[in-house]
């Protein structure tokens, strides 16, 4: 009889059974469908709210409980931002500036991320800038736990950014006026004293916004010349512009003082059709 030749084990997972299962990641998909159902309860909320339906609000409010609430949905955008998924947006905004001009400054530039997912992102990772992070559900130790609405004023020049960041962040606000209060309130958080020249090409105090590519290339009433009115109108300029697939990044140098009174941007129909969404943003006789 002839032995049977013993099979050689390749790696030492081959040759015993697993002691747990891994856990699985939630699938792109799985993380999108979360996201959008989530944006779509607190749009219909909001309109509860302002209807005064407790009872459509209380039942909204439930649904969203159901699906894990907030922190559910940050977990589902932070999976969707992740590196392996090439979803961290900062890279972008470390594309567009001149690195090597910032690391020769004598202190790192101020900058503030709204609706932060991680710390570990390129621009905290850069040393070009001392970024503080808030969120409404803080994910990690090193983000506050705070509401940029709700963030005190500075005073006396203290609390001031040299940029702002707001990625992914106007899209989750579910009103229309209230991403326009979200883009006038950054007007009060930003450093006008810095000198044009810390860079060959202006570019501060600036503002980086990041929105889904269907809010300005597939909506009735938004388009990137609607968005260039509407930061004109607040005193920013575009200087810097870039859209894949999925997402619109913009980067906006502030350059005018304080906006004018009673700013107002309404809501007009400027891409008409039935496949169209509603993503808009308006100003009514608000003031900063």
Not at 130 to 142: K, M, T
Not at 180 to 187: E, K, N, Q, S, V
Not at 254 to 263: F, K, M, N, S
Request: hydrophobic share 35%.
């Amino acid at each position: 009889m002839v032995a049977r030749k013993k099979k050689t084990l390749t790696r030492l997972a081959a040759g015993r059974p697993p002691l747990a299962t891994p856990s699985r990641s939630m699938t792109r998909k799985a993380s999108r469908t979360l996201i959008n159902k989530h944006h779509q309860l607190e749009k219909t909320r909001a309109r509860a709210i302002r209807s005064n339906d407790k009872e459509a609000e209380a039942k909204i409010a439930a649904e969203l409980e159901n699906l894990g609430g907030l922190d559910h949905y940050q977990k589902a955008s932070l999976q969707g931002q992740s590196i392996d998924r090439g979803g961290d947006t900062s890279r972008v905004l470390m594309e567009w500036l001149p690195l090597d001009e910032l690391k020769g400054q004598p202190q790192p530039l101020r900058m503030l991320e709204v609706g932060a997912l991680s710390t570990r992102n390129a621009c905290s990772t850069s040393r070009v800038f001392n970024v503080e992070h808030i969120d409404l559900n803080s994910q990690e130790p090193g983000i506050q736990q705070q509401d940029f609405m709700e963030r005190p004023l500075p005073e006396n020049g203290k609390g001031l950014f040299d940029i702002i960041s707001l990625s992914l962040v106007l899209n989750f606000v579910p009103d229309a006026l209230g991403r326009g209060a979200m883009l006038l309130r950054t007007l009060s958080f930003l450093n006008t004293d810095i000198g044009s020249t810390i860079t060959t090409e202006p570019l501060f105090p600036c503002l980086f916004v990041v929105l889904p590519r269907s809010c300005v290339d597939n909506s009735r009433y938004f388009t990137d010349e609607r968005f260039d009115e509407l930061m004109a109108a607040l005193g920013y300029t575009r200087v810097r512009s870039k859209k894949t697939q999925k997402l619109a990044y913009s980067l906006w140098r502030r350059v005018a003082g304080a906006a004018r009174a009673g700013l107002t941007f309404p809501k007009q129909e400027v891409n008409p059709g039935k496949t169209r969404n509603n993503f808009v943003i308006t100003l009514k006789g608000q003031q900063t």
